[in-house]
């Protein structure tokens, strides 16, 4: 069979690599300390759960939702004004199966074949596949360290500027941890009205910064709302990941296109998991804050023993994640992830997954507890 064109644009998953490499190690019987995936090892609050059972047991709620229930909008909104002190209305939101979907679907809303898009590097993988499966052309803008991991608008060519469809801004940064400010958000809002440009802003860890920091909403910004986009989970904040709840969130133009698209490749959010979102959205959210304490305190750990045994890895600001750069002699990111596994049992990250500019790093994920992230450590210390 001669399949599409389009999957040559695509390589194999890391991750998917990473795991089958991780079985293997555990069929010989190997301690394997994994920090790749950024699936939170916390588990979801109990009202969650209970709301998840007592929709289930509803049998009217295993039909097609077809759309976004309202009480679920409303409770997003009244979150939104909560939690980030942003009004929004219904208009404004519509949710997705996890942004890792989201952002793969919005491209294809908002280019053509051959646009440009413009995406951070280092960045998540799924801003480089969406604009890919539009056929968008990336334009890669430098997350430097020099710059403290975040974006300058100012170094983008003019002529790239005035020819790109949308810009993705995902801050707290994966893979790199740095954070949002005020300078940064306005510089960006400028630039998008200038340049008559859409901003995605990925807003996935908002509640996972540390170092007395506050996390919010790109939404709050003046003049946001004409150029942007977000992209809210519910995944990291509240240990969600498998039930991929998402909502993009923003521009009413841009959002009545969104819900048109997935209109015609789903039929709405399983109803038991709009369920589940309305429980976290309008429930407590005292543990929510509690689990950044203790992300924190893994981050901490961490740090300190990669900083111990010669790395540089500097403190992350936000989000699960520390990024690394690989003490030289040990080849790639790929390389050095590779002879990490079999020679201490950790999984890592490989920074070239990350875009032109990761290379030369790997991402730890702070998916496991201070006292075994001290066994990594010893182990990896071992190990070299």
Not at 60 to 73: F, I, Q, T
Not at 105 to 131: K, Q, R, S, W
Not at 176 to 194: H, L
Request: charge should be negative.
């Amino acid at each position: 069979m001669q399949f599409s064109n389009r999957m040559d644009r695509f390589g194999d998953e890391i991750f998917a690599a990473l795991n089958d490499k991780k079985l293997k190690l555990e069929k010989q019987g190997r301690k394997i300390f994994n920090m790749s995936v950024g699936t939170p090892d916390f588990t979801p609050a109990p009202h969650l759960v209970e709301a998840l059972r007592e929709a289930a047991l509803n049998t009217d709620n295993w039909k097609y939702a077809l759309r976004d229930l309202p009480e679920m909008l409303e409770a997003v909104c009244s979150y939104y004004e909560r939690r980030f002190g942003v009004s929004i209305t219904p208009d404004m939101v519509c949710s997705c199966y996890g942004t890792q979907e989201g952002l793969g679907h919005l491209g294809m809303v908002l280019c053509n074949e051959g646009d440009t898009v413009l995406l951070p590097t280092p960045c998540y993988p799924v801003f480089i596949a969406g604009a890919k499966i539009a056929g968008a052309d990336p334009y890669y803008y430098p997350m430097v360290k020099e710059n403290g991991f975040l974006p300058n608008v100012a170094e983008i060519p003019e002529d790239v500027a005035r020819k790109a469809k949308y810009m993705v801004v995902s801050l707290p940064s994966n893979p790199t941890g740095s954070i949002g400010n005020d300078k940064v958000y306005e510089e960006i809002i400028a630039f998008a009205k200038k340049n008559d440009i859409l901003i995605i802003h990925d807003n996935a860890y908002s509640d996972i910064i540390f170092g007395g920091h506050v996390g919010g909403s790109f939404l709050k910004y003046e003049g946001s709302r004409e150029v942007g986009v977000e992209f809210f989970s519910l995944s990291k904040s509240f240990n969600l990941t498998g039930a991929r709840i998402s909502f993009c969130i923003g521009r009413p133009d841009v959002i009545a296109q969104f819900r048109k698209l997935r209109s015609q490749i789903d039929f709405g959010m399983f109803l038991p998991l709009q369920k589940v979102a309305i429980a976290a959205l309008t429930g407590p959210t005292d543990m929510v804050k509690a689990q950044c304490s203790l992300y924190e305190e893994r981050r901490n750990t961490l740090c300190e023993g990669l900083k111990s045994i010669g790395f540089e890895a500097p403190d992350s600001m936000g989000s699960m994640f520390v990024w690394a750069k690989i003490p030289e002699g040990h080849g790639s990111s790929m390389d050095f992830c590779l002879e990490l596994m079999d020679k201490a049992g950790i999984i890592c990250t490989p920074g070239a997954s990350f875009g032109p500019m990761g290379e030369g790093y790997v991402r730890f994920a702070l998916v496991l507890p201070p006292e075994e992230i001290k066994e990594a450590i010893l182990a990896m210390t071992k190990a070299f």
